[in-house]
């Protein structure tokens, strides 16, 4: 998925049964990169974007994920765009949908207690390996080594979209040009998919992503603006 992925499952299990579902969790999120990846010109992704694939042919996956782009986009404005380079990538859903999957699976297997990170998407549930609610870094967007909030909880899913690593690579689909304003959003939710999905549609919309995410029901922030200034919700749960 371009990414570093981690998986920490707290649960007092045998080492036979956590190795058998961390397996499954890795094997899931290969065959998510290699079906929806825009980098592999067989993926079904690329080949419903070349027309090669009709979408009727295509997975139930990639038909359920186009439908939730296609309700994100009527919900953010159409500033969360599956079109918004010019050719078919659900990119900014995908990998957190994928990776709540993933955590909905685990659960389901009887894995309570874990964290599932996907380059800075993160599902934590129950508690971690201390006994503990789960922390959860979010990156500092100019220094790779240090944080610039630390989340605590039991039941969280935390997406961050910005453009320190990859650029202004987020689009304002509107105008058609690199996104500015917002150096890192992150938003906190009970679903990955869609937290993702938002964090990348506030980054698109610049500074007036802030004003739009403080009245996101259900849903709590921290952006950090291109000018260094650090704004969050009032009831983010921030470590102590």
């Given at each position: 998925?371009?990414?570093?992925?981690?998986?920490?499952?707290?649960?007092?299990?045998?080492?036979?049964?956590?190795?058998?579902?961390?397996?499954?969790?890795?094997?899931?999120?290969?065959?998510?990169?290699?079906?929806?990846?825009?980098?592999?010109?067989?993926?079904?992704?690329?080949?419903?974007?070349?027309?090669?694939?009709?979408?009727?042919?295509?997975?139930?996956?990639?038909?359920?994920?186009?439908?939730?782009?296609?309700?994100?986009?009527?919900?953010?404005?159409?500033?969360?765009?599956?079109?918004?380079?010019?050719?078919?990538?659900?990119?900014?859903?995908?990998?957190?949908?994928?990776?709540?999957?993933?955590?909905?699976?685990?659960?389901?297997?009887?894995?309570?207690?874990?964290?599932?990170n996907a380059g800075g998407d993160v599902r934590v549930r129950g508690h971690s390996p201390?006994?503990?609610?789960?922390?959860?870094?979010?990156?500092?967007?100019?220094?790779?080594?240090?944080?610039?909030?630390?989340?605590?909880?039991?039941?969280?899913?935390?997406?961050?979209?910005?453009?320190?690593?990859?650029?202004?690579?987020?689009?304002?689909?509107?105008?058609?040009?690199?996104?500015?304003?917002?150096?890192?959003?992150?938003?906190?939710?009970?679903?990955?998919?869609?937290?993702?999905?938002?964090?990348?549609?506030?980054?698109?919309?610049?500074?007036?992503?802030?004003?739009?995410?403080?009245?996101?029901?259900?849903?709590?922030?921290?952006?950090?603006?291109?000018?260094?200034?650090?704004?969050?919700?009032?009831?983010?749960?921030?470590?102590?």
């Amino acid at each position: 998925m371009g990414t570093a992925i981690s998986l920490d499952l707290a649960d007092d299990l045998p080492a036979a049964e956590l190795d058998a579902l961390a397996g499954e969790v890795f094997a899931w999120l290969r065959e998510v990169d290699a079906r929806f990846s825009t980098y592999r010109p067989d993926s079904e992704v690329c080949r419903v974007d070349r027309g090669e694939l009709p979408l009727s042919g295509a997975g139930a996956d990639l038909r359920a994920v186009l439908a939730c782009c296609a309700d994100l986009w009527k919900a953010t404005d159409g500033f969360f765009d599956a079109y918004a380079t010019g050719r078919l990538d659900p990119s900014g859903y995908v990998k957190g949908w994928a990776v709540q999957v993933a955590s909905d699976r685990l659960l389901a297997a009887g894995a309570a207690n874990h964290c599932l990170n996907a380059g800075g998407d993160v599902r934590v549930r129950g508690h971690s390996p201390t006994g503990q609610p789960w922390r959860i870094g979010v990156r500092h967007p100019w220094d790779a080594m240090s944080t610039c909030l630390v989340l605590t909880g039991t039941d969280l899913a935390v997406a961050t979209s910005g453009v320190y690593e990859r650029g202004h690579h987020v689009r304002d689909p509107r105008r058609g040009v690199p996104a500015r304003g917002l150096r890192s959003v992150t938003v906190v939710g009970p679903d990955l998919g869609l937290a993702d999905a938002y964090a990348t549609a506030a980054v698109a919309m610049g500074p007036a992503g802030v004003g739009w995410l403080d009245g996101l029901p259900g849903h709590l922030h921290a952006v950090v603006t291109d000018d260094a200034r650090l704004l969050h919700s009032t009831a983010l749960p921030l470590a102590g």
